[in-house]
């Protein structure tokens, strides 16, 4: 008897006792976080800047819902800034303009991170864009998939794109795959990314073009398939109260095949090299930055694999530009950080 009893009295350290089977509580948020603006341009690249400004209220819209490893969450932004911006592609007519800034359900274990639904990512050397998978376009709705952990990884993005009308009755749709794996070794992080942009009229949605764990490329020349494929290598390396060190590297169209002059192609490339957290001797940081964008990245010969989403880039939001930034950053006694910089950019003719 007394072994019995001690049996099922074990039980409930193996999960079987009515504790262990209560499911995890669920939690509800909700926030209303009104701001206000002043910008002299309406333009979202400071640098770009030659539409009026002015003064702006607007408010952001938050709800959260969670239970043990799942979330649902989304954030609606009210903002009068959006009707003078011209990049913004919703309705500017009325008292207010709206978007979604994030609205998506997500699953996060140990080792797997599973989301769907829009938010605004970037792969980059923060905090700039990347050069690859940036923030600059308005968030989108894809599937996000990572495996593994901080010291190994791997990373997936898959997204529908806006249509593109290419005739009076023919309209092309598009998709967007990106997959990146990570290592991190102490304090230096490296990352390699392979992203693609493919359509055309009737042209649907295919699964062998998702594929986290192949080479994209490849599916030009063993597949037949038309795509416009990219490259990135990120580096990054963090130290011990001496800043932060990054660079990416871009590489856009490049010549494989030996061909005659007509098939030819010229590459594509990106370039940002950046130090954050730099020690000055003072209670201030510096940091500075590097980019170069050459007239040809982010463009196709078709425009359905134009490098884009709703006119707006995946990555950077311009090409055939170099710009210099350098500053300082505080931490002001009621709040911060305060980031002043000093900026000279080079902008040609790329969009």
Not at 12 to 27: E, H, L, M, Y
Not at 210 to 228: E, G, K, M, R, V
Not at 306 to 313: A, D, E, I, P, Q
Request: aromatic content about 10%; charged content about 20%; some cysteine.
């Amino acid at each position: 008897a007394a072994r019995a009893a001690s049996r099922y009295a074990g039980a409930g350290t193996r999960g079987d006792s009515a504790a262990a089977r209560t499911p995890p509580p669920v939690v509800a948020s909700a926030e209303l976080d009104p701001f206000f603006t002043a910008q002299t341009t309406g333009h979202r690249e400071l640098m770009l800047g030659d539409e009026p400004g002015g003064g702006y209220p607007g408010a952001d819209i938050r709800l959260a819902l969670g239970a043990g490893n799942f979330a649902a969450v989304s954030r609606l932004r009210l903002d009068r800034a959006l009707r003078v911006d011209p990049e913004f592609a919703g309705k500017k007519d009325r008292a207010t303009a709206a978007r979604m800034e994030e609205a998506y359900l997500g699953g996060q274990w140990r080792y797997v991170t599973l989301v769907t639904g829009r938010v605004s990512r970037s792969w980059g050397p923060a905090p700039l864009d990347g050069l690859q998978v940036g923030s600059y376009a308005d968030s989108y709705d894809h599937l996000y998939f990572r495996l593994g952990a901080s010291g190994l990884n791997l990373t997936s993005i898959v997204a529908r794109l806006d249509d593109i009308s290419i005739g009076p009755d023919t309209v092309a749709q598009r998709y967007f795959t990106a997959h990146r794996i990570g290592v991190r070794w102490r304090g230096l992080d490296v990352a390699a990314t392979e992203a693609i942009v493919y359509g055309g009229p009737a042209r649907g949605f295919e699964p062998a073009l998702a594929n986290p764990a192949s080479l994209l490329n490849l599916a030009q020349y063993t597949d037949h398939q038309s795509l416009n494929v990219s490259y990135a290598l990120d580096l990054a390396y963090r130290t011990t109260g001496r800043g932060l060190y990054g660079a990416q590297f871009l590489l856009d169209d490049f010549q494989v095949d030996r061909c005659g002059t007509n098939c030819t192609e010229p590459s594509s490339i990106g370039l940002t090299v950046l130090a954050e957290a730099v020690p000055t001797g003072t209670m201030a940081r510096a940091f500075g930055s590097y980019t170069r964008v050459n007239n040809l990245t982010y463009r196709a010969p078709n425009p359905w694999e134009r490098y884009s989403y709703l006119g707006l880039g995946l990555g950077r939001g311009q090409s055939d530009y170099d710009e210099l930034r350098a500053g300082l950053e505080l931490a002001p006694p009621l709040g911060g950080p305060l980031r002043l910089y000093a900026a000279t950019r080079r902008q040609g003719e790329g969009d």
